[in-house]
């Protein structure tokens, strides 16, 4: 992808950013200045970037999962969106994609189960039910995590839902009708989602 910069290699897979994601960056860190002046405007860009690394290791859920089934993962790249890994090819069987499509979101639901976890061993009782500026940012993560988690389960191709639901379709009806299917829904969601 353009205008793509690799910042790092884990196990053989490149980490890239697109230059969006440095501009989302540094407005994050202009709204917290705005808002509180330097100090805010550092712990803004931070909460950002751990969020973009609860994403990296859903991506690398992903990825690990690929390579089980011998499918090579090139690089991650991170976005304003969020991230995506890219396969070299799509797996050969139906099931192998569906556990590489499931794979991300068990990530993203273990990081909400152990940050919440640590969160009440620490005895606190922030809220987690609802995103609040005034919670604390270890409860905000969690929130934050399992609307994530939420959100890219919606059965909207190419999301992992989509996924999950082009693999369990392309296992009756083959891939390619699978596939039609899966995309015609997620355009679908997508216009409704726009028009919403």
Request: glycine share 10%; hydrophobic share 55%.
């Amino acid at each position: 992808m353009q205008w793509s910069y690799r910042i790092g290699r884990i196990a053989g897979t490149d980490i890239k950013v697109h230059v969006t994601f440095l501009l989302i960056v540094g407005w994050w860190a202009l709204i917290g200045y705005s808002q509180g002046g330097p100090a805010a405007a550092l712990t803004s860009a931070l909460a950002l970037l751990a969020l973009f690394g609860c994403v990296l290791l859903h991506e690398f859920g992903h990825i690990l999962m690929a390579r089980r089934f011998g499918v090579r993962t090139p690089d991650v790249i991170l976005l304003p969106i969020g991230g995506v890994a890219r396969l070299e090819r799509i797996p050969d069987e139906p099931r192998q994609e569906l556990l590489i499509a499931l794979a991300g979101p068990a990530v993203t639901l273990a990081i909400a189960i152990i940050l919440y976890l640590v969160l009440r061993l620490s005895g606190s009782v922030a809220q987690v039910s609802q995103l609040s500026e005034h919670q604390p940012f270890l409860a905000q993560l969690v929130t934050i995590n399992v609307y994530l988690l939420l959100f890219n389960l919606i059965p909207a191709f190419p999301m992992d839902g989509g996924r999950v639901l082009r693999a369990l379709l392309a296992s009756k009806l083959g891939l390619v009708r699978g596939t039609r299917i899966a995309a015609t829904l997620g355009q679908s969601l997508a216009v409704l989602g726009g028009l919403y």
